[in-house]
């Protein structure tokens, strides 16, 4: 993969295909996660590049240094809010790199990563896969009663967070909070 690191679309494709095919191969090594990263580092202004590298992350077994990880995730997330697939794929890689370290979940919480989820649900409220998979990130990072009121200092209903299963009612109720 090094020697395609001066060309995104290239790059884009191999590590579209890593992500592909990990789930049945275990491709995703530590070193293709360390390139994954350099690849998010050197191409931050190239949408196709963080796409895919967001969605390999989310089928990371482990990551080194996942609290730049996270960083690096949450700067995609506010450099291409207006795409769908790239929030999702956002959304379960945070999944991911958190798990259920509550450290890194509230790194999320306390870098803005909560307002980038929400202004992207209020954007794409029709893209019912981005809802689903938002909701799903709330409910996981709302894990510790200190990180569950603070995203209910943001407006979200408790009963949100506690079933992992908001809709848009619940969506609207937070834009007018």
């Known amino acids: 993969m090094t020697q395609f690191k001066d060309s995104p679309r290239v790059l884009e494709n191999v590590i579209l295909l890593l992500f592909l095919c990990s789930p049945i191969s275990n491709l995703l090594t530590l070193p293709h996660i360390r390139m994954i990263m350099e690849a998010m580092r050197s191409h931050k202004g190239d949408q196709g590049v ?15 240094d996942p609290d730049n990880v996270i960083e690096l995730i949450i700067e995609a997330m506010n450099s291409y809010q207006d795409d769908p697939v790239l929030q999702e794929g956002s959304y379960h890689a945070l999944r991911n790199v958190c798990g259920q370290d509550f450290t890194l979940q509230q790194k999320v919480i306390d870098i803005s990563g909560i307002e980038a989820v929400l202004k992207a649900m209020q954007m794409h409220k029709d893209c019912v896969s981005l809802q689903q998979s938002a909701w799903a990130l709330l409910h996981a990072l709302s894990d510790s009663s200190a990180s569950r009121d603070r995203l209910m200092d ?3 209903p ?6 992992s299963q908001g809709n848009v009612a619940d969506l609207e109720s937070i834009q007018h909070s």
Do not use: C, D, H
């Open 50 to 64: 963080q796409r895919a590298t967001v969605w390999a992350l989310s089928n990371a077994k482990e990551v080194p």
């Open 154 to 156: 943001f407006g979200i």
């Open 158 to 163: 408790a009963v949100a967070l506690y079933s």
